[in-house]
């Protein structure tokens, strides 16, 4: 079968010798056969805690938030530590499909769908929090511009809260619509795999008519391409617009101009650690070692790295200007939160966030799948406490020492937080019950350039060919060529 | 406006998408009107050697993207303005800077949900929607090139199909009828 060269350099990310027909096979077959006891037994359990969660959430409803800590000194807790938690978690899914597309990253196809799943239910879980917050949730619509007979009275399009209402709304509509049009080709797969007649049904109505035509696929690449360029401005817009909550304030510790790059970083980080903790999993019990591979995990562990140094710069760039600035309230909220009553959230931050992902600078370590599982929960935790630290500690001491408290949450929260953890992996298991965990489209269209069977040399052995060679021949020019296997 | 009406295909299936795009290529230069091509995922070159051409759904695109940048920015405009201006302790009512996050958030948005709208419009996708299909295994590991056939096809023309069929490659060859409703205006135009 002819195919255009491929550079030895590269990692094959589709391993197994793998055929179209196999990759199909592989990846609709979990799809099709009934539940595994394993599966029923995990969404059985989460589902349990899901609802939980949403009895407590009715509880707080019915009581009013007055059931949290808060008190008149720190108005935000967990719920919106929660939140921003949340939605940091949700950057992922749109960065690997939308920026990565952009970037030509090929390796992006064999986590991309499942990223994007869990981006959508974590921006979910994110948007729970501030509705609840409110209070009064029957009011929610207030946040919306809607003509009305209070003047009409408008939202105020002054207010960063009122963009974060519009930066989240969008990111999820759009990231929605991204991940359900790159899902219904392979939709369109198992409907015509599917031999059960309610199945066949299903996935008919699900997968929209598709054929897979010339045409289609012509509209299909274009339509994704724009809605990546669409997308890519706006996953670096939504963690932006939500550290504009705190940076347009003047609290001191929120009120810094470095907030929107080191938010976007974090979000980053904390989106691929969720993706990892997940999809280590996954790959294990849905045998999807070919499709992601250790190189998925080191490029994965790459990205971590980096973000991970970025976040660490901007803590210690904050530490450096509450000290350069002068201002004593900035100094001063600084030195709280390194050795305030709560510098253990501070030192929790800076172990799981800053020293945790310097390991990964250590191919060995990158490429380990149960180290960097336990990094991935490290890095979880610690960008939970980023967001603690950052809200609580810079509230919890204000300018009347007199109102300075010890905030504490009750059961109400932590119970509605852990209650959002069961609601996320409840919809996740069953997404990777009803829809294929890997674009099988977008994996068979890099199979010519990234399958293994496609790369017959590792690189190590090539440069040693080349290099006897030369030294036999003395030309390296003459030799560094590219090899066609047929014509 | 019910313009479906019956066809016959007759169409080979084919293993690999570098075969399939030669045998286009080949029916293309035999003079053959090829119906269509249907293939499991985007097969690059597909399109310009089919001859199809290029997709307007960006330009669409633009458009919606900046019916939502006009709709976002006169809107903010107007509320500040004229229909329910407030003194913030004297600072302009029109201040621009503040409405750029909720513009570009609305761009975004007319932008993405317009163009997944057409797209989903003109593809003929939309839940129900049940195509005849071919062969189920084009949407798995085939690659199908299928050829119109009715009552006006000779049968030379119908030995030539298969012919070039047979020649380039097809694994399989066989004819069946599907329903089809012909492109709109709209249609052709995207």
């Known amino acids: 079968m002819g195919h255009a060269f491929v550079s030895p350099i590269r990692e094959p990310l589709i391993t197994g010798r793998k055929t179209y027909k196999q990759i199909t096979d592989d990846i609709c077959g979990p799809v099709e056969g009934p539940p595994t006891k394993a599966w029923l037994a995990a969404i059985s359990f989460t589902a349990v805690v899901a609802l939980i969660g949403f009895a407590t959430i009715g509880y707080s409803i019915l009581y009013g938030i007055g059931t949290y800590g808060l008190d008149r000194t720190v108005g935000w807790g967990w719920d919106i530590t929660n939140f921003v938690w949340w939605v940091g978690i949700g950057h992922a899914g749109t960065l690997i499909s939308a920026i990565l597309l952009l970037f030509r990253q090929k390796w992006r196809t064999g986590v991309n769908r499942s990223a994007e799943a869990m981006t959508i239910f974590a921006v979910m879980c994110a948007g729970m929090f501030p509705l609840i917050h409110m209070g009064r949730i029957w009011l929610m619509f207030f946040v919306f511009p809607y003509p009305n007979s209070r003047g009409p009275l408008w939202v105020n399009f002054n207010s960063p809260l009122l963009w974060d209402v519009f930066a989240i709304s969008t990111y999820f509509t759009v990231s929605l619509l991204f991940w359900y049009v790159g899902l219904i080709p392979d939709l369109a797969t198992v409907r015509d795999r599917v031999t059960g007649k309610w199945q066949k049904k299903l996935y008919g109505i699900f997968s929209f008519g598709w054929r897979g035509s010339a045409k289609e696929w012509q509209r299909f690449e274009s339509l994704s391409l724009i809605l990546a360029g669409l997308a890519a401005p706006l996953v670096l817009s939504v963690h932006t617009i939500v550290s504009f909550d705190f940076a347009t304030s003047v609290i001191p510790g929120w009120h810094t101009t470095i907030f929107p790059p080191y938010f976007v970083a974090g979000a980053i980080f904390s989106g691929f650690a969720m993706v990892l903790t997940l999809m280590l999993v996954a790959r294990k019990l849905l045998k999807l070692e070919d499709y992601i591979t250790i190189a998925h995990i080191e490029s994965m562990n790459k990205v971590i790295v980096l973000t991970g140094s970025i976040v660490g710069v901007a803590y210690i760039t904050e530490l450096f200007m509450s000290w350069y600035s002068g201002s004593p309230y900035e100094g001063y909220a600084f030195r709280n939160r390194v050795s305030g009553p709560y510098w253990w959230a501070y030192w929790t931050m800076m172990t799981c966030n800053v020293i945790s992902p310097q390991f990964f600078w250590v191919q060995s370590l990158r490429r380990n799948v149960i180290f960097t599982f336990i990094l991935s929960i490290f890095i979880n935790i610690g960008m939970w406490f980023e967001r603690f630290v950052i809200i609580v500690i810079s509230l919890h001491r204000d300018m009347l020492p007199s109102a300075w408290s010890y905030y504490v949450p009750t059961w109400v929260e932590v119970t509605i937080f852990i209650g959002t953890l069961g609601f996320f992996m409840t919809c996740f298991l069953l997404f990777v019950k009803v829809a294929p965990v890997v674009a099988v489209a977008e994996v068979k269209s890099i199979l010519k350039t990234s399958g293994d069977q496609y790369i017959t040399k590792s690189s190590e052995q090539v440069e040693a060919e080349i290099n006897q060679l030369a030294q036999s021949t003395g030309h390296y020019e003459s030799l560094i060529k590219p090899q066609y296997d047929d014509e | ?190």
């Open chain 2, 1 to 190: 406006m019910n313009s479906k009406h019956s066809k016959r295909i007759l169409y080979g299936l084919y293993e690999d998408e570098e075969i399939l795009l030669k045998a286009v290529k080949n029916a293309r230069a035999e003079g053959l009107k090829i119906w269509n091509c249907l293939t499991p995922f985007p097969v690059h070159g597909l399109d310009q050697a089919l001859g199809l051409k290029d997709t307007r759904l960006h330009t669409a695109g633009f458009v919606f993207g900046a019916t939502g940048t006009i709709t976002a920015l006169t809107f903010m405009s107007w509320v500040n303005t004229v229909s329910y201006p407030i003194n913030f302790g004297g600072k302009p009512n029109l201040s621009l800077p503040a409405f750029i996050p909720v513009t570009f958030e609305l761009t975004v948005l007319f932008a993405s949900v317009g163009m997944v709208l057409l797209y989903l419009f003109i593809n003929r996708l939309a839940p129900g929607t049940e195509p005849d299909i071919l062969d189920p295994r084009t949407t798995s590991h085939l690659f199908l090139m299928g050829f119109e056939i009715d009552d006006s096809t000779s049968q030379s023309q119908i030995n030539d199909v298969r012919r070039v069929l047979q020649e380039t490659g097809a694994v399989e060859i066989a004819e069946k009828n599907i329903e089809e409703e012909e492109d709109g205006a709209i249609r052709q135009i995207f």
